[in-house]
């Protein structure tokens, strides 16, 4: 008598079942109109993407037929290579990755310290002070202060990418010193005073207990200072003497004229220059997670 084996579910399936049962003992359940209205919000991002994408394949007369949602074939990347000739890109890329990277890791460095020598002595009435002066600096917008910034620049041959980024470090001090100062008040001293007990110093202390712990505030603070210095046209075009020192959303501005622009060409180039945020939020997205799962299990 011939016996029959069991037929197994597969891996996958008994996977599925198995998160499913634990939702339920946890008492989560999928959100499907949340999902919903996320996938619409969605559309507000990828419409645009693609309107972009379509109008940097076509050419001077294919966008003056259709529609600008029409996609264009053949394709045409010869707009990709006009855009790449006309800026001096590699320069001017350079030259935005300097301010970016400055900027990220000046404010990552400058802000964490301040806000955690101001939390962690704020029984001292100077501290207290700080705080709420840097808070105050928060309404004080850059137009208002812009003709003072050139002067001082000038004056201290700073009016060049590195005064840029300097400057990217300082407006964004209050912010920063905000969002980080409710994250540190979340850590235990007592994780500070049992490293002092092993004999760590005050700095040893910051960089190698508070510090790891900083890593989705650091994230994200970097993911904002980096979008806020490699999107910003303001500051460059006032600051930046040297046209040759300019960055890529400065030397964009040529695609436009008075009486006509080219879009072709400028959303090519639009599109160069954004590939490098894509790539930033990708790697910096991890230590968000890690800190929102590290939140969800506590």
């Known amino acids: 008598m011939a016996t029959q084996t069991p037929v197994l579910p597969a891996a996958p399936a008994i996977a599925v079942r198995r998160r499913r049962q634990s939702d339920r003992a946890s008492g989560r359940r999928f959100n499907w109109w949340l999902t919903g209205i996320l996938a619409v919000c969605s559309l507000t991002i990828l419409i645009p993407l693609y309107f972009a994408v379509a109008m940097s ?12 949602f029409d996609f264009p074939w ?3 990347f010869s707009n990709f290579t006009a855009a ?4 001096d890109t590699p320069i001017h890329f350079a030259m935005s990755v300097l301010v970016a990277a400055i900027a990220v890791f000046g404010e990552i460095a400058v802000s964490s310290i301040a806000a955690w020598a101001i ?5 001292h009435w100077q501290f207290r002070f700080s705080f709420y002066y840097l808070l105050g600096a928060m309404f004080i917008p850059f137009p208002v202060i812009a003709l003072a910034q050139v002067k001082l620049t000038s004056t201290l041959s700073l ?13 964004a001090l209050s912010f920063n010193v905000l969002i980080y100062s409710a994250f540190i008040r979340s850590i235990p001293e007592e994780l500070e005073e049992s490293a002092r007990l092993d004999g760590c110093t005050t700095w040893q202390a910051f960089r190698q ?5 900083l890593g989705p505030m650091n994230a994200t603070v970097g993911i904002f200072a980096f979008l806020a210095s490699w999107n910003d046209f303001q ?9 040759r020192w300019q960055t890529l959303p400065v030397i964009q501005n040529l695609f436009q004229t008075q009486f006509s622009a080219n879009y072709n060409i400028a959303f090519a180039s639009y599109l160069m220059a954004m590939i490098p945020t894509i790539i930033g939020y990708i790697i910096a997205q991890r230590w968000i997670i890690a800190g929102i799962m590290r939140g969800s299990i506590k």
């Open 235 to 243: 500051m460059p075009y006032l600051i930046t003497a040297n046209p």
């Open 84 to 87: 790449w000739d006309e800026t």
């Open 57 to 68: 394949l076509k050419t001077a007369a294919q966008t003056g037929t259709g529609t600008g």
């Open 209 to 213: 207990v508070v510090l790891p712990l």
């Open 74 to 76: 053949p394709l045409h």
């Open 159 to 171: 009016d060049n990418p590195f005064g840029v980024a300097i400057l990217h470090i300082l407006f």
């Open 119 to 123: 939390v962690r002595n704020w029984s």
